[in-house]
Structures are given as structure tokens and as C-alpha cells.
């Protein structure tokens, strides 16, 4: 069964340093997500991408946050200047559509620790 | 504005037994799609099941059963017979089909179930 795969799936930066976090979302998929999870709190929205460019975006997506289609299967998600508050786990997901019919995949998450 | 909330941060139980997790949401869209997710303690987000606002049937898969109300604004989720492979956190997600793709979680039930 097609699955969002994410790579890396652990990471430790120093707080100041550029991330990229990488997702391989579902072949047949248009719509790519990124969620963030805080250690022990709620899944929060981060930004939706569709046809090569942002549809939605959270306040949380600030300009420290980039997301970029880079190729044909690759989805990326660049934080430029790390925070210690960006430490998380962060999952993409992808769905075929939106509305009735639309579910969203979810890849096994990176785990951001910022030092 | 979207919000849904899971009561019950912990829930223990000894298997076997049966375990309602309770989710009850908030939303101004008359047309709406509920979620259920699986966090096992490997981290992932597991697809349970959808829900549209226009079909009010109840759904039993397996050993899982849903019973959504429009009328209390809940979509409640029931374990059968639990098993430990059943210890998870379980989120319950909506989207508004007039809030964009973004899905809004709660804050996830912890379900232990002991042997």
C-alpha cells in the first residue's frame, strides 16, 4: 500500500541553523500538508500546498518557514533560523483532493530537537 | 473559527474491556468532515476513519465502532473488546468545508490497556 515516507527521521540542530525536512508524498497525490506536534501537545496545522504554491498557511508559518516542490516527488518543508520552540515532530500528508472525498495521509513524522 | 475536544486527556483500561473516547467539536460550516487518528508509541498518525457531516450513519469496523451526533455535536469512538496493540494516543480531527484543507485536532486521548 502507497505510503508518505519522511526523511530524516530524527534530527538535532543548533538553535540559528537552517533545517529541511524531507516528505515523499503519496505518487497520485496533488495536495501536500505539514503539521507540527509540540512533545504531549495537539497536531497543529502548519501550510497546505497545491499546483506549486501555498493555499493555506497557518500563523504559526512564519517567514522562518518555506516549503517547496522541488521535483516531481519531493515536498520539503525549510526552517531558515532554528528556535528552540521549534522543536517537534513534524509530519507531512497528502490527499488525492480536498472535500467530500479527502483524507489526508500522514508520513511517520521527523523529530526536530533544537539545541 | 474550528474546534474540537477530547475530554478525557487518560484513559487505563484492562483488556478486554470495552472503551468509549469521546470527541466533541465546534464549527460554524454546515457541511464538515470528521477524523479519527491512531498515534501508536512509534509516533506516527494512522488513518482510522471519515465522516461527512451529511451521512449520519454509524460505522463498525472490526473491533471499532463510530457513533457520530449531529445533534450533540459528537463523534464518539468505541473499542470492543480492547487489546493492548490498542495503546495509542487517538485524535479526533475536523475540517470546515469553508476552512480550507486544514485539519483541526484535539488534544488526543492517551488509552492504555493493560494486560
Known amino acids: 500500500e502507497p505510503e508518505v515516507t519522511q526523511t530524516p527521521s530524527h534530527q538535532v540542530t543548533q538553535m540559528g541553523q537552517e533545517v529541511i525536512l524531507r516528505c515523499v508524498p503519496i505518487?497520485?497525490?496533488?495536495?501536500f500538508y505539514w503539521y507540527r506536534q509540540i512533545l504531549g501537545q495537539k497536531v497543529e496545522f502548519l501550510v497546505s500546498?497545491?499546483?506549486?504554491?501555498?493555499?493555506?498557511k497557518s500563523e504559526i508559518f512564519d517567514d522562518q518557514f518555506s516549503v517547496e516542490r522541488p521535483d516531481g516527488s519531493n515536498f520539503t518543508l525549510k526552517i531558515r533560523s532554528t528556535k528552540l520552540e521549534d522543536s517537534a515532530m513534524y509530519f507531512c500528508?497528502?490527499?488525492?483532493?480536498?472535500?467530500?472525498?479527502?483524507?489526508?495521509?500522514f508520513g511517520p513524522g521527523t523529530r526536530l530537537l533544537v539545541l | 473559527a474550528q474546534k474540537v475536544t477530547q475530554a478525557q486527556t487518560e484513559i487505563s483500561v484492562v483488556e478486554k474491556e470495552d472503551v468509549t473516547l469521546d470527541c466533541v467539536y465546534e464549527?460554524?460550516?454546515?457541511?464538515?468532515?470528521l477524523f479519527w487518528y491512531k498515534q501508536p508509541p512509534s509516533g506516527e498518525l494512522v488513518f482510522l476513519i471519515r465522516?461527512?457531516?451529511?451521512?449520519?450513519q454509524n460505522e463498525i469496523s472490526g473491533r471499532y465502532s463510530w457513533n457520530f451526533q449531529k445533534s450533540t455535536s459528537s463523534f464518539n469512538f468505541t473499542i470492543t473488546a480492547s487489546q493492548v496493540v490498542d495503546s495509542a494516543v487517538y485524535f479526533c480531527?475536523?475540517?470546515?468545508?469553508?476552512?480550507?484543507?486544514?485539519?483541526?485536532f484535539g488534544g488526543g486521548t492517551r488509552l492504555m490497556v493493560k494486560p
Open positions: 505518487s497520485n497525490h496533488l495536495y
Open positions: 464549527t460554524r460550516d454546515t457541511t464538515y468532515y
Open positions: 500546498f497545491y499546483n506549486n504554491e501555498i493555499s493555506e
Open positions: 465522516r461527512n457531516s451529511f451521512d449520519e
Open positions: 480531527a475536523l475540517r470546515g468545508n469553508n476552512a480550507g484543507n486544514m485539519l483541526t
Open positions: 500528508a497528502s490527499s488525492v483532493t480536498t472535500g467530500v472525498m479527502e483524507t489526508q495521509y
